[in-house]
Structure formats: structure tokens, C-alpha cells
């Protein structure tokens, strides 16, 4: 599909631009410009606060390319993606002394989205207090995370040999990845809105945008 029509189509290609035909950023009166809520760029990615955080310090990684999910990005923006981690993680350590979870909804295709609630590749960084590997207790069958070296290679090789969405979770000392078979839209959110008591259906960032805690996070990441 055309750039300039994804543009108007999707929300994340939106934002990523800059443009006003459907950026929340800006329906939502958290931002004027690209530059305040850009928060880190690199060559294929933008960083940027997540609409409806459900933690103060709540980011996404969102690819400048239109595509589904880390699984079907080529080497250049998979090399780009494993140098920007860091950073991220880096300067959300740097801001509030906390460590961070990684995790992406893997989506395959259109219909097969790995409980992603968006068409377009994005990783969530989520910095809490709690001990990291106990989010894994609240992950609910039929869904099941293994261990993995590297989360990123094993994404694509879930996507272009077998075929199949996937759930990906980074904490500080391992990666996990699982098949998302039966994992609902939001499915990680929901699980860290369970894990962290939140109000019931706090988890969707639609009813429950959080916009005071977006601009915080906003005003603290952009302001030395």
C-alpha cells in the first residue's frame, strides 16, 4: 500500500511522520509537534511515550517502515533495533533507577495477530520495581514462553519457517518467546494490568489513555 495513504490510514505511521490526520498525540492535546513526543530516532525507529502507560515510565520502539511485527523486518532494521534497545532501557535506567521489560504481540499477517491491537511493529518498554521474572506467573495458558538467546532472531524464524504469530517477552536476564495461539488483543497488557492490581480494564489504552502520566513521561525523558 502507498506511504501517503498508510499515513492516513494508520495511526502509527502517523505519528512517526509527524502528521495531523490521525496522530493521538495531538487529538489528545499531548503535543504540538513531532518533537514533543519523539523522544529518541534512529534510522528506522522512533521512540515515543505509549498512550495509556499502565507504569510511569512506559515507552514504544514503533519501526518507520510500515510492517507487522519484528518478525518480518529485514537485517538492517533488526541490527538498528538490537544497538536502540539499549539506549532506551539505558535512558529510562539513567531517569528513574528502575530496569525494564521488553515484549511485542508478534503479529503473522491480518487476521493472525498475535494479540496485537495495531498493524504495525511496535515494542513495548515497560520499567517497574517489581521483580521482573515474576510477570512470567501471570501469563495465562494456553500460552507458554521458552527461553531464548536472542528474541529478535527467533521472531523471524517463528514468522518465515513456521508461519505462526508470536509473543515475546525481554526481562534483565533472559528472553522468552511463545506462539500466540489464543492470546487475545492486548494480551501483554493485560497480563501486566493483572500483575501490577490495576483498575479492572485499565489494560486498554483506549478507554484509559492516561494522558497525565503520558505528559510527565514526556517532561521527564525530554527535560536535562
Known amino acids: ?11 502509527f505511521c502517523c505519528e512517526v511522520e509527524g ?4 496522530n493521538l498525540f495531538y487529538d489528545l492535546g499531548l503535543a504540538h509537534t513531532r518533537a514533543d513526543y519523539v523522544l529518541l530516532e534512529s534510522e528506522h525507529f522512533v521512540v515515543m511515550p505509549c498512550i495509556g502507560a499502565l507504569t510511569d515510565w512506559y515507552l514504544l520502539i514503533v519501526s518507520k ?9 529485514d537485517e538492517a532494521e533488526h541490527a ?3 544497538e536502540l534497545i539499549p539506549q532506551v ?3 529510562i535506567r539513567e531517569r528513574s533507577g528502575l530496569e525494564s521489560l521488553i515484549f511485542e504481540h508478534g ?6 495477530k498475535g494479540g496485537a491491537c495495531y498493524d504495525h511493529t511496535h515494542i513495548h518498554v515497560v520499567a517497574t520495581a ?3 521474572q515474576r510477570f512470567l506467573d501471570h501469563i495465562p495458558a494456553p500460552v507458554t514462553m521458552r527461553p531464548c538467546a536472542d528474541w529478535i532472531s527467533a521472531s523471524r524464524r517463528l514468522v518465515e519457517e513456521e508461519q505462526r504469530s508470536y509473543l515475546v517477552l525481554g526481562t534483565p536476564d533472559q528472553d522468552w518467546i511463545g506462539t500466540a495461539t489464543g492470546a487475545p488483543s492486548q494480551f501483554f497488557r493485560r497480563c501486566l494490568a493483572t ?9 486498554d489504552w483506549l478507554t484509559f489513555p492516561q494522558t497525565d502520566r503520558v505528559h510527565r513521561m514526556s517532561m521527564n525523558l525530554t527535560t536535562r
Not at 19 to 22: E, I, K, Q, R, W
Not at 66 to 73: I, R
Not at 197 to 202: F, N
Open 80 to 82: 538498528d533495533l538490537r
Open 1 to 11: 500500500m502507498h506511504e501517503t495513504i498508510l499515513g492516513e490510514i494508520c495511526t
Open 89 to 91: 532501557t539505558g535512558l
Open 65 to 73: 517502515r510500515h510492517t507487522l511485527s519484528v518478525g518480518w523486518l
Open 19 to 22: 502528521g495531523d490526520d490521525s
Open 107 to 112: 503479529s503473522l499477517d491480518f487476521r493472525d
Open 130 to 132: 517489581r521483580d521482573h
Open 195 to 203: 500483575w501490577m492490581g490495576a483498575e479492572e480494564g485499565e489494560w
